[in-house]
C-alpha cells in the first residue's frame, strides 16, 4: 500500500504487517493476556466521533498544550512500548527522535532498545530530554520498581 494511501490506523496496521516479521507483527498488534484492555481501547475509541464544525474560523487555531509542564504541538504522546528495534533498526531512539521533530515526546519504556533504561541511551535534542519520563514495571515491588526510571523527569 503506498504511503499516500494510508488514510486511518487499520491502513497503518495492514502495512505493518506486510512489513514485519509475523512474531514482530503480533507483538505489537496484540495485547497481554486475554487481550481484554486491548479490546476495551478499541470500543472507547469507537464511540468517540469528531463533529466536523462549518463557517469557523479557523485562521488562528492551535493544537499547542501543555502537559505535566512540557509544552506540547499537540496533546498526544507516544505511549511505551518495549523493544521498538523489532520495527526498525533505531527502535526506541528513532521513536524519541520523531515524538521530538513532532513537537510533542515520548514514554520511555523501562528495558530501551532491549536493555534497561539508563541515562546514556536517552536521546537529548536542544538540551532536553526528547522522552516525558520512564515507564516501569513492578514485579512485586511496591515501592514502584525501577530506581533508574525513578530519575527521570520532564524536560
Known amino acids: ?8 490506523v487499520w491502513d497503518y496496521e ?9 512474531a514482530a507483527f503480533g507483538y ?5 493476556n486475554d487481550e481484554w484492555s486491548l479490546r476495551e481501547n478499541l470500543e ?10 462549518m463557517l469557523v474560523d ?11 509542564g512540557a509544552e506540547l504541538s499537540m496533546p498526544l504522546i507516544v505511549a511505551p512500548v518495549a523493544f521498538q528495534r523489532m520495527a526498525h533498526p533505531d527502535g526506541e531512539a528513532a521513536m524519541a527522535r520523531g515524538a521530538a521533530a513532532a513537537g510533542t ?33 513492578s514485579e512485586g515491588d511496591a515501592t514502584g520498581g525501577s530506581d533508574e526510571a525513578a530519575r527521570f523527569k520532564t524536560s
Open 1 to 8: 500500500m503506498a504511503e499516500e494511501q494510508l488514510l486511518n
Open 14 to 22: 495492514r502495512t505493518a504487517e506486510e512489513r514485519l516479521e509475523p
Open 28 to 32: 505489537f498488534a496484540g495485547g497481554a
Open 44 to 53: 472507547a475509541f469507537r464511540r468517540w466521533v469528531l463533529r466536523p464544525r
Open 58 to 68: 479557523v485562521a488562528e487555531v492551535t493544537t499547542a498544550t501543555t502537559v505535566l
Open 105 to 137: 515526546r515520548e514514554i520511555l519504556e523501562c528495558w530501551f532498545d532491549g536493555r534497561p533504561i539508563r541515562e546514556e541511551y536517552l536521546i537529548v535534542e536542544g538540551g532536553k530530554l526528547a522522552g516525558a519520563g520512564a515507564h516501569s514495571y
